[in-house]
Structure formats: structure tokens, C-alpha cells
């Protein structure tokens, strides 16, 4: 009886071995899911469309945010599955794009119009926020109100109250944001637009000053309204840090390296409990990275800086890069991340996906820099080389794009099985075409409710992914796992142009 158990046993292993590898060997279309990953973008905008629209069920939405004080707001982004405009994510969602154009722009050929596109329907609506000197504007939209219905943008009837950052109350976070987001794009339209790309640094570094010069969070100034949707839960000294960073590497100029070296204490000292709104918070670390704690962006992003540099000095940042790749390996006596049974990347927290992407775009990225500087990464006794960075990142990417236990893409719109009732207002809703007629606040309810397939594909949309199970529900209400952001998706533009490239 043991023999056979023994028998039935290792026919098991065997099977779900090659299980494994027909999992692993899945090849994937990275050039089909770039054009897709861009496209996404254009189903979350805001304003009056461009003839170019690709995605035509979306139509004109919010055309007049702003005007009840005078301000042009229109355009810029929604953020999730809502019509809220929250200018913290959506400014680290464009320093991405940003970011992915710089680093791996070659390998998107002809979506890279459509990524510059992208990045300066958000960039000029950013113009727009920081148009008038001594405020910032950081929202548009009442998100209570907005979430308390269940209507497309071209519907909206809820309050668009716009909420702006002064110099009696600041919002260092969102400002210096801005500001990286501002920098970084700059750099991107130098090469074809010159003109743009100086008006975008000029203000870069108007609002950098602004945020640097009134330090404060908007936590304390805008608490009720942007908590708990984007509170700032890290501190706002990593963004004053990384937008410096992105001016230094956009302008050259010493106060900007200056100010980095100077400033990246504080960003440690930073990483600690806060108390907002009466509850205790732990903060960012070398290892966090997201629309939240910049920490370690900044330290990968100024480690090519130093490796290319003389006479720097002793500083952190490489170090504490090397020690942030040591938490996501596997093998690492370090690791600090979780990993599914099907192998994707775990970290605490909601909308899980937004780690799995990011993550992997500073694992590409930095095992560039390690390529190029002939390093490695040494976690303990594991030598990590740059190879290594890559295969851990492409794990990462072909899961998401159906390399898992239930053979599904969790892109919208790619391969034969993807999501098809995700939590988005306009995508789950008739569109304009089909309804011309007016859906009010509460008219929506039944199709949130609704088992049917979502009418509108939002392709290109990651959703926020399965459970540490691998479970995936497909329920529009279970916006955990459900619901797609910008900022899920900015960062794997990056990392689907870089395996794109390789794959070519």
C-alpha cells in the first residue's frame, strides 16, 4: 500500500511539474499588451476628447471643473473605477509613464506616440493646476459624493468642488509630486519639443519651491476629503527628496544633488509610526515604492546617478537599493515580501497589483544600472545578478498576463480569459451611444449589482489581481481585486516596453 502511495505520489509531483513548466513556457504577446497598457489611459480621461480618441465609447466628461472659481481644471485623469480627479496618484502615475519613456522608450516603436500622449494629457492639465502661484491644486471632485453613486463621467451630476494646497495650508506630498512628474516629462519632450519641455521644467521647479518652502502634509489641511481615499501615510519628506532627485537629473544643477544628499536622513528618520486621524500608520522604508512612499525609487533612481558620478561622498542609496532587491528575491535570507502559491509578488495593503507592477519596473531598471556599472547584488551568501533581477520581473509579468493557476490575464482585453465584470463606472454602464439618455445618481445601482459582463472593454486595464490564494472572484464589488488604477498600470508600460524589446 506504501508502494503505491509512493507510485501515486511522485505520477502527482510529475504532473504538476509539467503543469509548471507549460505555465512557464506560456509565451506571451509583450508587444500586443504595450499597445493595450497605453490604450488604458485613454478610457480614464477627463475633459473634452481629442478627434485621435481611440477608445470611443468614452465621451466628454467635466468640462466645466473649475469654473465656479474662476480656474480652468478641465482635463487630467480618473483615477480608479470613480470620477474623482485625485492629483496625488495621477502625478505619480505620469512620473511613471514618464519614467518607463526615459528608460525604455526604444522599445515601444509605435506606441510611443500614444505613451507621449498620455503623459501630456496629464502634464497640461498639471499646468493648469499650478497655474496660479502660491496654490496648488490637488483635487477636483467630492469623492463622498461620487462614491455614494453609480454613474458615468458624462453623467456626473455630483459636486466638482476643486480643493487646492496653500502656503497656510500645505501639501509638500502632492506639490513635490507634481513637481517630479513636471521634471521627468520635461526630459521626455526635450528631444521633439523644446518649447514644452522648458515650460514644463520652469514649473517644475516653481513648484518644487513652493513645496520645499511650505512643508506641511495635506493630510492636516485636507484631511476629510482626501482621507481615507489618498491619504499620505509615509510623510511628505520622500517626495520633497524625489522630486529633487528628478530636477537634479532633469537640470544638472548642484542645489538639486545638494538638496538630495542633505534631505535623504530625513527620509529614513521618516520611516516610522504616524498617527492620522487618531490611527497609528507605520511609515515608508527603503523597501516601499508607490503612489505613496517614493523611498525606493528614489534610491534606485539616484544610485545611476552616483554610478555615473565622481567624488560623491558616501551615501546610502546604493546600499539601500541593493538592500531593497534583497527583500523580493526568493531566495534571499532578507525577503519581506510574500509570494502566491502560483508565484505572485505579495506585499500588505489593497489593490495588490500596484506592487507586482511596480516592483518589477525597479527590478528592470535596476538590473540595467547593475548591467552597466558590472555589478551585483549580494543578499547575504545569494549573489543576485542582473539576470536574476529580469527572470524575477518576467515571473511577475507573465503571471499577470495569464501565466497562472487559472490560466487568466488580468488585463482587460488580453488573451481569451480576462476580467469582464471590473469595478469602473463608465465601463459597466451603457455607454453614451448606446444611452443617450441621462443615467442619475442612483440609476447605475443595478448594473453595479448586475452578473452580466461589463457592455464597455476598458482595455489595457489591470485590475487590482487575486487573492494570495490565486482566487480570483470577477465581482464588481469586490473592488479590492476588481478595480483598475492608473497607477497599476503606469509603471508596466516600463516593464512591458523592456520585455518587448528583448522579445523583438
Not at 473592488?479 to 516596453?497: D, K, M
Amino acid at each position: 500500500m506504501c508502494a503505491v502511495l509512493r507510485i501515486v505520489g511522485l505520477v502527482v509531483a510529475v504532473m504538476a511539474a509539467m503543469v509548471i513548466r507549460v505555465a512557464c513556457s506560456q509565451s506571451h504577446d509583450y508587444g500586443d499588451a504595450l499597445s493595450k497598457s497605453i490604450l488604458f489611459f485613454e478610457g480614464q480621461r477627463s475633459g473634452k476628447l481629442p478627434s485621435s480618441q481611440r477608445m470611443t465609447w468614452r465621451k466628454d466628461s467635466a468640462l466645466r471643473d473649475g469654473y465656479e472659481i474662476g480656474v480652468d481644471l478641465v482635463g487630467g485623469y480618473y483615477d480608479a473605477g470613480d470620477n474623482v480627479k485625485f492629483n496625488f496618484p495621477m502625478a505619480f502615475s505620469t512620473t511613471m509613464l514618464a519614467w518607463s519613456v526615459l528608460e525604455f522608450g526604444k522599445g515601444m516603436s509605435s506606441d510611443l506616440s500614444h505613451a507621449l500622449d498620455a503623459i501630456r494629457w496629464a502634464t497640461d492639465y498639471f499646468l493648469k493646476a499650478t497655474s496660479i502661484p502660491g496654490f496648488v491644486f490637488v483635487q477636483v471632485g467630492d469623492p463622498y459624493g461620487d462614491h455614494n453613486c453609480w454613474e458615468r463621467p458624462e453623467d456626473m451630476d455630483t459636486p466638482r468642488t476643486p480643493f487646492a494646497v496653500s502656503k497656510q495650508f500645505p501639501g509638500s506630498e502632492v506639490s513635490a509630486e507634481i513637481a517630479a512628474a513636471l521634471a521627468a516629462s520635461a526630459m521626455v519632450f526635450r528631444p521633439i519639443d523644446l518649447k514644452y519641455s522648458a515650460r514644463l521644467l520652469k514649473r517644475a521647479r516653481m513648484v518644487f519651491d513652493f513645496a520645499d518652502k511650505y512643508q506641511g502634509s495635506y493630510n492636516d489641511s485636507l484631511g476629510p476629503w482626501v482621507c481615507p481615499f489618498y491619504c499620505d501615510f509615509s510623510g511628505y519628506e520622500d517626495e520633497l527628496v524625489w522630486g529633487a532627485a528628478w530636477l537634479f537629473k532633469a537640470t544638472k544643477q548642484p542645489i538639486y544633488w545638494n538638496y538630495v544628499v542633505q534631505n535623504i536622513n530625513k527620509v529614513e528618520s521618516s520611516a516610522t509610526v504616524k498617527y492620522i486621524n487618531g490611527v497609528s500608520y507605520l511609515g515608508g522604508s527603503f523597501a516601499e515604492f508607490g503612489w505613496d512612499s517614493k523611498h525606493a525609487g528614489i534610491n534606485v533612481l539616484v544610485s545611476k546617478l552616483i554610478m555615473s558620478m565622481s567624488g560623491t561622498g558616501s551615501t546610502p542609496f546604493i546600499q539601500n537599493a541593493d538592500k531593497f532587491i534583497c527583500t523580493l528575491l526568493p531566495e534571499s535570507p532578507t525577503i519581506s515580501v510574500s509570494y502566491s502559491p502560483g508565484g505572485l509578488l505579495f506585499k500588505p495593503g489593497g489593490s495588490n497589483m500596484q506592487h507586482a507592477t511596480t516592483l518589477s519596473f525597479l527590478l528592470v531598471v535596476y538590473a540595467r544600472y547593475l548591467k552597466l556599472s558590472s555589478r551585483v547584488v549580494h543578499c547575504g551568501n545569494v549573489v543576485a545578478r542582473p539576470a536574476r533581477l529580469v527572470k524575477l520581473a518576467k515571473g511577475q509579468v507573465d503571471y499577470i498576463l495569464g501565466s497562472n493557476p487559472l490560466g487568466m490575464s488580468y488585463m482587460v482585453g488580453y488573451g481569451k480569459k480576462f476580467p469582464q465584470r471590473i469595478h469602473h463606472r463608465g465601463s459597466s454602464l451603457p455607454s453614451v451611444g448606446q444611452h443617450p439618455k441621462q443615467i442619475d445618481c442612483k440609476g447605475g445601482t443595478d448594473y453595479y449589482y448586475s452578473k452580466n459582463p461589463n457592455p464597455n472593454l476598458l482595455i489595457g486595464a489591470l485590475v487590482g489581481g487575486p487573492d494570495i490564494n490565486d482566487s480570483y472572484a470577477d465581482s464588481r464589488e469586490d473592488f479590492v481585486q476588481s478595480e483598475p488604477t492608473t497607477y497599476i498600470n503606469a509603471p508596466f508600460v516600463g516593464v512591458l516596453a523592456y520585455f518587448n524589446s528583448r522579445s523583438s
